[in-house]
């Protein structure tokens, strides 16, 4: 059973690392973002997506930590 569940997290793996290959060769386009004034260089598309994608996945445990900390002071 083990094997088994190391054969599909490959897969699911290989599959997502597929998904984002196709991604990132379909969104070449370059585009610069500005916001409040501030203007980044010309990239890719992917490169924006794909940034924010990691930061929101930095972002979302951080926050789910500071909220249970938060849920267990205010109970104690």
Same mark, same amino acid.
């Given at each position: 059973?083990?094997?088994?569940?190391?054969?599909?997290? @490959?897969?699911?793996? =290989?599959?997502? *690392? +597929?998904? $984002?290959?196709?991604?990132?060769?379909?969104?070449?386009?370059? #585009?610069?973002?500005?916001?409040?004034?501030?203007?980044?260089?010309?990239?890719? @598309?992917?490169?924006? =997506?794909?940034? *924010? +994608?990691? $930061?929101?996945?930095?972002?979302?445990?951080?926050?789910?930590? #500071?909220?249970?900390?938060?849920?267990?002071?205010?109970?104690?």
């Amino acid at each position: 059973m083990r094997g088994v569940k190391r054969v599909v997290a @490959v897969l699911i793996a =290989v599959l997502a *690392a +597929l998904v $984002v290959l196709a991604f990132v060769l379909e969104n070449q386009q370059g #585009v610069a973002l500005t916001f409040l004034g501030w203007s980044t260089a010309q990239m890719p @598309v992917a490169v924006f =997506v794909v940034v *924010a +994608l990691i $930061v929101g996945m930095l972002i979302g445990p951080v926050l789910g930590v #500071v909220i249970r900390r938060r849920r267990g002071k205010a109970v104690a």
